[in-house]
Nanobody, 122 residues
Framework: QEQLVESGGGLVQTGGSLRLSCATS????????MGWFRQAPGKEREFVAA????????NYADSVKGRFTISRDNAENTVSLQMNSLKPEDTAVYYC???????????????WGQGTQVTVSS
């Protein structure tokens, strides 16, 4: 079973950058696709980005294309989300997840981290 721990959240001004990381403890990290989701207060959890097991294929929500970049390091069992040009509407708790495929829905993923807060001030 995979255990996922996110880090790197914080408070940043509009236009700033943050880099989120997700560390996993399982032995089978490299076989899973990894995704990032976010959830703002009063809203449903929404897809942000995903990457397949090898890192050769990625997918992004339209709202973050061109601003966010997902990457993974299978040797280090980590996945990262570089977030640039942040906007107040990016404010949410960000979760990383592991699953069998590069899906865009929460039910596509089997394992979840506890989340890390990202707050973008205007």
């Amino acid at each position: 079973q995979e255990q996922l721990v996110e880090s790197g959240g914080g408070l940043v001004q509009t236009g700033g950058s943050l880099r989120l990381s997700c560390a996993t403890s399982g032995r089978t990290f490299s076989i899973y696709a990894m995704g990032w989701f976010r959830q703002a207060p009063g809203k449903e959890r929404e897809f942000v980005a995903a990457i397949n097991w090898s890192g050769g294929r990625t997918n992004y929500a339209d709202s973050v294309k061109g601003r966010f970049t997902i990457s993974r390091d299978n040797a280090e069992n980590t996945v990262s989300l570089q977030m640039n040009s942040l906007k107040p509407e990016d404010t949410a708790v960000y979760y990383c997840a592991a699953g069998p495929g590069i899906g865009t829905m929460p039910f596509d993923y089997l394992y979840w981290g506890q989340g890390t807060q990202v707050t973008v001030s205007s």
